[in-house]
């Protein structure tokens, strides 16, 4: 299962996405739907594994959870 963080930056400039699964460990996301774009990018990347992604806010609490169900089928 992998696990994704989109939390806010510390500057102000979009959000990080926060991931042992990403080949750089932190993907950065500036523009006006950098929310959403992170989430996607979380599912899409994890499109055979079933993956958790958590949003928090500034104060570190968690404001929405996505579960993503693996696509990946055997056959």
């Given amino acids: 299962m992998h696990v994704y963080q989109v939390r ?3 500057d ?3 959000v990080d996405l ?5 080949p750089f460990g932190r993907l950065w996301y500036g ?3 950098a ?6 990018y979380a599912k899409f990347f994890s499109r055979s ?4 992604i958590r949003v928090y806010e500034k104060a570190g609490n968690v404001i929405e959870t ?7 089928k055997e056959w």
Avoid: M, W
């Fill in 35 to 40: 929310i959403s774009n992170a989430i996607n």
């Fill in 12 to 14: 102000h400039r979009g």
């Fill in 49 to 52: 594994h079933h993956a958790v």
């Fill in 18 to 22: 926060i991931s042992d699964a990403l």
């Fill in 66 to 72: 996505h579960d993503h169900i693996g696509d990946f």
């Fill in 31 to 33: 523009e006006s739907n």
């Fill in 8 to 10: 806010p930056r510390k």
